[in-house]
């Protein structure tokens, strides 16, 4: 799994990233787009690294796949999707590649990368921290892993007595 999220990281770039969820007819006529946010989509060409909030919401599991999944077990609302790249990215129009990704707590599997967080740096100095909570994925900048290390120090640490292990993986374009 690692190697082809390489091949696919590699050759590519971040073209958007998608939610998924539900539209939802307000009684006032206005539809209202309901997040999925245990589900982000990162695009990369033809094909999306799905990231699933998992465990409890307390870590990632990171996928290659062809098209999203649509979990919908509300009647009478319909599958929808988003693009939030125009949102997360600093410069939309830029291009978008990835430098690196760290991974804490990385553990592979056959089809999937499984990690608590993951810090994705891009070609143009953006950083973009993903962090599963019991509310969702977020996704921020570099505040958001700062965030993230204060929550783990003050509530974690004492648990685990160690900070996660880092696998970081560099991509050349």
């Given at each position: 799994?690692?190697?082809?999220?390489?091949?696919?990281?590699?050759?590519?770039?971040?073209?958007?990233?998608?939610?998924?969820?539900?539209?939802?007819?307000?009684?006032?006529?206005?539809?209202?787009?309901?997040?999925?946010?245990?589900?982000?989509?990162?695009?990369?060409?033809?094909?999306?690294?799905?990231?699933?909030?998992?465990?409890?919401?307390g870590?990632l599991?990171?996928?290659?796949?062809?098209?999203?999944?649509?979990?919908?077990?509300?009647?009478?609302?319909?599958?929808?999707?988003?693009?939030?790249?125009?949102?997360?990215?600093?410069?939309?129009?830029?291009?978008?590649?990835?430098?690196?990704?760290?991974?804490?707590?990385?553990?592979?599997?056959?089809?999937?990368?499984?990690?608590?967080?993951?810090h994705?740096?891009?070609?143009?100095?953006?950083?973009?921290?993903?962090?599963?909570?019991?509310?969702g994925?977020?996704?921020g900048g570099?505040?958001?892993?700062?965030?993230?290390?204060?929550?783990f120090?003050?509530?974690?640490?004492?648990?685990?007595?160690?900070?996660?292990?880092?696998?970081?993986?560099?991509?050349?374009?």
């Amino acid at each position: 799994m690692l190697e082809k999220m390489k091949e696919l990281i590699g050759c590519n770039s971040i073209d958007d990233i998608h939610l998924t969820g539900v539209v939802h007819m307000e009684e006032d006529g206005v539809s209202e787009f309901v997040a999925n946010t245990n589900f982000v989509y990162f695009e990369f060409g033809d094909q999306f690294i799905e990231l699933e909030a998992i465990d409890g919401y307390g870590r990632l599991r990171i996928t290659i796949v062809d098209s999203f999944k649509h979990e919908n077990d509300i009647e009478d609302m319909t599958p929808s999707k988003a693009k939030i790249g125009d949102f997360i990215f600093t410069n939309p129009l830029a291009t978008n590649e990835v430098s690196s990704m760290i991974f804490f707590n990385l553990e592979m599997e056959y089809d999937a990368l499984i990690c608590d967080v993951l810090h994705i740096k891009l070609i143009n100095g953006q950083d973009l921290f993903i962090d599963p909570s019991f509310l969702g994925i977020n996704i921020g900048g570099i505040e958001q892993k700062h965030f993230w290390e204060e929550n783990f120090v003050e509530r974690v640490l004492p648990r685990v007595g160690a900070y996660p292990k880092e696998t970081c993986i560099e991509f050349n374009h």
